[in-house]
């Protein structure tokens, strides 16, 4: 495999827990990454999620080091880049009050007409992120054990998309991560965030390698690999890391 120029990953269950802070290791893996490389990262968390999840933890990164990082939120509806001082917007795609409306209304009501309205969720199981509206069947800030144990095949997942995607054929519905659907723009997804990179940054897409733990067919990772960027399946950060030891030293970063 030819030495990557851009290193990417989905954020949770591949660089962190869900809505988790990325550990010690994962923050040391990614500064060395961006002593000499570009990376990004995209996934469907939201840009406090990206702030508290990642940016946080970076310590004293310099200028130089943040300029060569990439943050897409929301699958990519958004693209932020460090101006000096702070992460600005290139791009936000935000969705129309209508469609808004239609994707929240599409989502509540088929998830109780299949049995997957939680009563009892750990914070709100809708969330309005502008550019992407989010299902978390157990509610935002459920624990990871309950999530990971709700729906292992994905079965649930892929019912309520399949049922909410015949409601709002103009935007795009697709199966997030443990629990959750997530609803674009048509055609604005992770393989649209993928090529609005290489558009920016005149990498292209063949110098690229993305890390992620939703790779399957109907996952929102899925894009990514169809798109044609090399990738990598992982299960979780802690295999993330141990994909990191084994790249590393081939950047000739240890």
């Not at 060395?32 to 702030?51: C, H, K, M, P, Y």
């Not at 999840?53 to 990164?61: E, K, N, P, R």
């Not at 958004?78 to 791009?91: E, N, P, Q, V």
């Not at 997530?182 to 940054?201: N, W």
Request: net charge negative; glycine share 10%.
């Amino acid at each position: 495999m030819s030495i990557p120029r851009l290193v990417a990953f989905d954020l949770d269950d591949t660089l962190a827990p869900s809505k988790s802070a990325i550990s010690p290791r994962i923050a040391a893996h990614l500064r060395a990454l961006l002593r000499v490389v570009d990376v990004a990262i995209i996934s469907g968390g939201n840009e406090t999620q990206f702030r508290a999840q990642v940016i946080a933890q970076l310590g004293d990164a310099s200028p130089t080091e943040l300029a060569r990082l990439h943050l897409l939120p929301t699958c990519g509806t958004r693209y932020l880049r460090h101006d000096g001082s702070d992460f600005t917007a290139i791009y936000a795609h935000d969705l129309s009050e209508e469609e808004k409306s239609s994707a929240l209304g599409a989502l509540r009501e088929e998830a109780e007409r299949l049995g997957l309205w939680e009563s009892n969720p750990w914070g709100d199981i809708l969330e309005d992120r502008g550019s992407q509206i989010t299902f978390s069947a157990l509610g935002q800030q459920a624990p990871g054990d309950a999530k990971h144990a709700w729906d292992p095949s994905g079965e649930k997942r892929l019912r309520l998309r399949d049922a909410v995607a015949a409601r709002v054929p103009a935007l795009e519905v697709r199966a997030g991560g443990s629990t959750s659907i997530d609803i674009t723009r048509a055609g604005i997804d992770k393989a649209y965030g993928m090529t609005a990179l290489a558009e920016h940054t005149g990498i292209p897409l063949s110098d690229m390698l993305f890390y992620g733990d939703r790779l399957d067919v109907g996952g929102n990772d899925y894009p990514v690999r169809a798109l044609g960027v090399r990738s990598i399946a992982v299960t979780g950060w802690e295999d993330t890391a141990s994909e990191l030891d084994g790249l590393l030293p081939t950047l000739q970063l240890v």
